[in-house]
């Protein structure tokens, strides 16, 4: 274990650091870094919104009915409890596009907001562009389509703030500018300089825009969506889910919502599993195990990546103080299974020392589900109900199993040391950074 620690902080830390030192990583990083805020107000208001419980299980007696006044509570105010989710969480490709435009352009000396603003407005063109549709009053209503403004349009979001910041600097080495004398003060000098780019990257991507919609039939983030979504078109067996769950892990690790890319063709498919499964249980028989389950298993612990013993690390063992912090403000969200936090909070994002044990965590739990499920030791799922269900009772939900709870439980140090030499290597690179940045305030 020492010798494989070593090995992970020798050889992996320097291509962390210098992958690190990439102007265009270094921005996506401090970028999603930037976000962290908008994602911890979503995530409480997505589990104050989702009590883990259904009615039925409430209505059941026992334990569950403390959850009574909650659910009530929820299931009335589900609409209103959601509004802060969606102007967070909702809008974070938006936020996204600016910070990482804002940081980029500042690596290169150039103005970080006008750049920011620059991606925002691109973004909003080609992600949801503005239009006016005729009501039946007769009057007219500007309208948006806010589908990939969240989680889902995040790969555009990150597309548009690379480029847009790319052709505004090619545009100031090549002087094509506005120049206003000397004699003009700075503020206004700047605003004049900025209107030609922006003018251009408006101009580019408006056309992309009107081109993919009009030749292909679709927006450039459904495009996008599309050629993503192309590779994993055999999900219904085993290779296939193996496949699809290492894809969306991999997405996840370039900050791409997994999940919502293949959404659209894993859906049908896991519907109709459990549909089928229920129809079993209802005639008496035992449900069988769909390959489309194995995408449960990547999440099982902490969301996406079965990130839960990285945080529970980070609180423990942590010696850095940016690991300390991490672990105590991701540890509740992570209870509930609310990956995004941790990923764009460690960040495992880019960080390929962390990239590792967060695709194999998810790949092995999903492995070890199917086989358990296979050889009759945990019933297959056959309920599709779906909220922000903490660690245990969100597995349990779908089988109502009590064997499955011992499962959940032995994945735990499974994982936990999957993740350790792993969490050892980066919080001793931490460390260095946090020392070496002491020493060098002290000597200013």
Same mark, same amino acid.
């Given at each position: 274990m020492d010798k494989f620690m070593h090995f992970v902080e020798d050889k992996m830390s320097p291509i962390a650091d210098k992958l690190g030192e990439q102007r265009h990583l270094s921005a996506m990083q401090k970028g999603f870094m930037t976000v962290l805020p908008l994602i911890f107000v979503g995530a409480v208001f997505m589990v104050i919104a989702n009590p883990p419980v259904t009615a039925d299980m409430v209505k059941s007696g026992g334990i569950w009915s403390i959850f009574s006044g909650w659910l009530n509570f929820a299931t009335k105010y589900k609409m209103?409890?959601?509004v802060p989710y969606n102007m967070s969480m909702g809008l974070l490709a938006m936020a996204v596009a600016f910070v990482i435009a804002d940081n980029l352009a500042t690596s290169y000396s150039m103005k970080g907001i006008t750049? #920011?603003? *620059?991606?925002?407005?691109?973004? =909003?063109? &080609?992600?949801?562009?503005?239009?006016?549709?005729?009501?039946?009053? #007769?009057?007219? $209503?500007?309208?948006?389509?806010?589908? !990939?403004? #969240?989680?889902?349009?995040?790969?555009?979001?990150?597309?548009?703030?690379?480029? *847009?910041?790319e052709i505004t600097r090619f545009?100031?080495?090549? +002087?094509?500018?506005?120049?206003?004398?000397?004699?003009?003060?700075?503020?206004?000098? +700047?605003?004049?300089?900025?209107?030609?780019?922006?003018?251009?990257?408006? $101009?580019?991507? !408006?056309?992309? $825009?009107?081109?993919?919609?009009?030749?292909?039939?679709?927006s450039i983030p459904a495009l996008i969506e599309k050629v993503l979504a192309t590779p994993i078109a055999a999900v219904d067996s085993v290779p296939g889910s193996l496949f699809l769950c290492a894809f969306m892990l991999l997405l996840w690790c370039c900050g791409v919502h #997994?999940?919502?890319?293949?959404?659209? @063709?894993?859906?049908?498919?896991?519907?109709?599993?459990?549909? %089928?499964?229920?129809?079993?249980?209802a005639k008496g028989q035992a449900p069988i195990f769909h390959p489309i389950f194995m995408t449960l298993g990547i999440g099982f612990l902490g969301g996406t990546g079965n990130t839960f013993g990285l945080c529970v690390l980070s609180c423990w063992k942590a010696k850095s103080q940016q690991l300390k912090a991490f672990g105590k403000a991701t540890i509740v969200p992570s209870i509930f299974r609310i990956s995004e936090p941790a990923l764009f909070g460690a960040p495992i994002m880019f960080n390929p020392v962390l990239m590792i044990p967060f695709i194999a965590n998810g790949l092995i739990v999903a492995i070890l589900y199917w086989l358990a499920c296979s050889f009759g030791l945990v019933t297959a799922p056959y309920l599709l109900i779906s909220g922000t269900y903490p660690?245990?009772?969100?597995?349990?939900? !779908?089988? =109502?199993?009590?064997? &499955?709870?011992?499962? &959940? %439980? @032995?994945m735990i140090p499974l994982t936990l040391a999957i993740w350790y030499p792993f969490f050892i290597a980066y919080d001793h690179s931490l460390c260095k950074k946090e020392e070496a940045t002491k020493l060098a305030e002290e000597e200013a």
């Open positions: 209103t409890i959601l750049s #920011g603003l *620059t991606a925002l407005v691109v973004f =909003l063109l &080609v992600a949801a562009p503005a239009n006016y549709l005729a009501l039946a009053d #007769g009057t007219t $209503s500007l309208l948006m389509n806010c589908t !990939y403004l #969240g989680a889902q349009g995040l790969f555009t979001a990150i597309i548009v703030a690379l480029l *847009t910041v545009c100031e080495i090549h +002087n094509i500018t506005i120049r206003l004398p000397e004699i003009c003060p700075p503020a206004l000098t +700047n605003s004049f300089r900025t209107i030609v780019p922006m003018v251009i990257n408006v $101009s580019i991507f !408006y056309i992309l $825009s009107l081109l993919s919609s009009n030749y292909l039939g679709v #997994g999940q919502m890319v293949t959404m659209a @063709l894993t859906a049908p498919i896991t519907t109709a599993a459990f549909t %089928a499964n229920a129809a079993l249980v660690i245990f009772l969100s597995i349990f939900v !779908y089988c =109502l199993d009590w064997r &499955v709870l011992v499962f &959940v %439980a @032995l």
